[in-house]
């Protein structure tokens, strides 16, 4: 329900305030039609008829306005009390599809407590004409201008409506401008809108600052995940303009303050919370509204509501948070937000006992983490160990429990607890490969490999397993490969045993070479598993040279790997070498060609590296950054601003030397670190 598909901007906002003084009174619902009463200066009838998707299908009133066919500020009321403040959220009309806004300004009101079109200015209560201006329909309002502009004064008047109206566009065409994902925003961006938007007081245009100031607010925090202290300081300087301007319309400056807190998930909002309550504003509506919606089965981003329902109690409605702790603590969001909350008051034995509750409702790992991290913080080391050992059985030898674990003994006692660690994930045939490898227990390793039979596996570790237990791998492939050849196979099978056989080749040539004539003997007449398993003395090249190549690959730079030199050559588009040329063209077989700049993918790597930052806001901050042209550019200024450029050419690196590796793989080579 978007009452802005319903509503002009202001009839929506003139509905609201009848809202919160609670003139919607005796809602009765009769099958899809809802019927009731709303205070205006007399008792109106309101009837709203809604679709089962939540749809107004028609809606009426009994007030004059709504009967000259117009939709009234108490059939918005109606329809508040009806589904909430969130029929408000995501409007999008544009206000000049509406006739009753579009022609008259903000001071005049067809929908007021008299129902009759009244001039509220004091500034022109004595003009001849504006003075008197009472008027019920459009035709009147028709003749006054009529007579107005007989009249040089009233036309200035009328003048002056028009360019508030232009101003007020102009600005926000400025803020939309300044404001974009398109642009680098600078500290004078922010100055200019503040000193455009401040510029209207003189004016007296209260209401469009109160507009802008809340559009450029929604701007910042739909650009920013987190903000900078400029850009703090700008949003807390609109809060002040908000301020200044509810003198004049404090319902609505309250709105803007209430749509913000429920609407948005930001840091900000956090700090407007605390600015709001030291104001002395109730924070009672926005509590009210965060209930609805964690009790609203539907609700998107609950938790973000439940952080913040539960920052407001923890800090300033401290009598309601025993209510709301036994209401909601069913629920499993709700206690993990609880305990963070415990946390950051440093209350950690009510978090550890929201944290056991939680383990034994629902054995989440989460609940495991947060009570890791209590254990830690009040340096309870027997509770910690306890913890580890359940999670380490839980997760089936997951090797970043065990490696906590490893760091709470000293070398002595962890040599005696690890073999009873070890060997009970062993008796619960857990997958302890990750333990295996941290522990450098390669027999083991490969003891396991031979229970499970698991091909797949070894294969990812192969490299590993060929340098540290040879013999044993070899063995294994050779016994798999004669098995699983016994039968005759199809052209995939013996490309999958092509690959062992090319494994063991790059280790051990002749023992390959070996099991291959074997197979000549064992199968002579099957021509397609011969072809396929013959192999070839391996090529072989420095890993460095490869990186070296990909690294400086681009438009202007092709490499090949020369199979009879093994060596790396480079073509230049600068330095036409014909001769290398001629000799690559005549000699194509003899040349694999190496990855070019359209093969690594950097940006994906830049990616990669800025979504794997432990820390939050540098993350987004990054990510925010990579957009558009420049993006390399921009990247690199702002890690090095972070301290963290060193670690992307690190992490580059080993990118690379993974792309390296495995284009030596596919091509049957060798690599020499």
Request: proline share 1%; glycine share 2%.
């Amino acid at each position: 329900m978007l009452l802005g598909n319903y509503f002009a901007n202001r009839i929506v906002n003139r509905g609201y305030n009848y809202y919160l003084k609670h003139k919607v009174n005796n809602i009765v619902k009769n099958g899809d039609c809802y019927c009731g009463t709303v205070e205006g200066s007399e008792n109106y009838q309101v009837s709203i008829e809604v679709s089962s998707d939540s749809r107004v299908i028609g809606m009426s009133c009994t007030c004059p306005y709504a009967q000259k066919g117009k939709k009234c500020k108490h059939e918005a009321a109606m329809l508040f009390e009806i589904f909430g403040i969130e029929a408000v959220l995501g409007k999008n009309y544009e206000e000049n599809e509406y006739d009753d806004d579009y022609y008259y300004d903000n001071d005049y009101d067809f929908d007021d407590e008299n129902d009759k079109y009244v001039y509220e200015s004091r500034e022109y209560q004595d003009h001849p004409i504006l003075g008197k201006l009472e008027l019920k329909s459009k035709s009147e309002i028709l003749n006054i201008i009529l007579l107005a502009l007989n009249d040089s004064t009233t036309y200035q008047i009328f003048e002056n409506i028009i360019d508030n109206d232009n101003r007020y566009l102009e600005m926000e065409k400025i803020i939309k401008q300044k404001l974009s994902m398109d642009k680098d925003i600078k500290k004078s961006d922010y100055q200019i809108i503040l000193k455009a938007i401040k510029s209207l007081k003189q004016y007296k245009q209260y209401n469009e600052m109160i507009d802008l100031c809340e559009l450029a607010m929604t701007q910042l925090i739909n650009l920013y995940s987190n903000t900078t202290v400029i850009q703090n300081q700008f949003l807390f300087d609109l809060v002040n303009i908000l301020e200044e301007c509810s003198s004049f319309d404090l319902d609505k400056v309250i709105s803007v303050f209430h749509q913000l807190c429920i609407q948005y998930n930001h840091n900000f909002i956090y700090q407007l919370i605390d600015y709001l309550n030291k104001q002395n504003y109730s924070l009672n509506f926005i509590i009210h509204v965060f209930e609805e919606r964690i009790e609203d089965k539907g609700c998107f981003y609950k938790n973000e509501i439940m952080k913040k329902y539960l920052y407001i109690l923890f800090h300033y409605q401290n009598d309601q948070l025993d209510e709301a702790i036994k209401k909601y603590y069913d629920d499993q969001s709700f206690k993990l937000i609880l305990i963070y909350m415990y946390k950051e008051n440093k209350n950690y034995d009510q978090a550890e006992k929201v944290c056991l509750d939680g383990i034994q409702q629902s054995h989440s790992v989460d609940f495991y983490h947060l009570l890791i991290d209590i254990y830690q913080k009040t340096n309870q080391k027997n509770k910690l160990i306890n913890v580890l050992k359940q999670l380490l059985c839980r997760k089936q030898g997951n090797v970043e429990y065990y490696k906590q674990l490893k760091q709470l003994y000293n070398q002595e006692e962890w040599q005696k607890e690890k073999q009873e660690i070890i060997t009970y994930l062993e008796k619960q045939n857990n997958n302890i490969i990750d333990i295996y490898l941290e522990e450098k227990m390669y027999y083991s390793l490969m003891k396991y490999f031979k229970k499970t039979n698991d091909v797949i596996q070894i294969k990812k570790y192969e490299d590993i397993l060929f340098k540290n237990v040879p013999k044993d791998i070899i063995e294994f492939y050779e016994n798999y490969i004669y098995k699983v050849l016994k039968k005759s196979g199809t052209r995939e099978i013996y490309q999958q045993m092509s690959s062992y056989l090319k494994s063991i080749a790059r280790y051990d040539f002749d023992k390959a070479e070996d099991i291959y004539h074997q197979l000549e003997l064992l199968y002579p007449k099957r021509y397609a598993m011969l072809e396929e398993m013959k192999i070839e003395r391996s090529l072989s090249v420095q890993l460095i040279d490869i990186i070296f190549a990909i690294e400086n690959s681009s438009n202007h730079v092709t490499s090949y790997y020369n199979k009879k030199t093994q060596k790396i050559v480079s073509l230049f588009e600068e330095l036409i070498d014909q001769n290398l040329i001629d000799e690559i063209d005549e000699n194509w077989d003899q040349y694999i060609a190496l990855l070019s700049s359209y093969d690594v993918h950097e940006y994906q790597i830049m990616q990669d590296f800025i979504l794997n930052l432990k820390n939050k806001d540098i993350r987004d901050q990054l990510w925010n950054t990579i957009h558009g042209k420049g993006a390399f550019r921009r990247f690199k200024d702002l890690a090095a601003r972070f301290g963290i450029l060193e670690d992307w050419f690190l992490y580059l690196n080993q990118q690379y030397r993974k792309i390296a590796i495995k284009w030596c793989r596919e091509n049957n080579i060798i690599y020499v670190e």
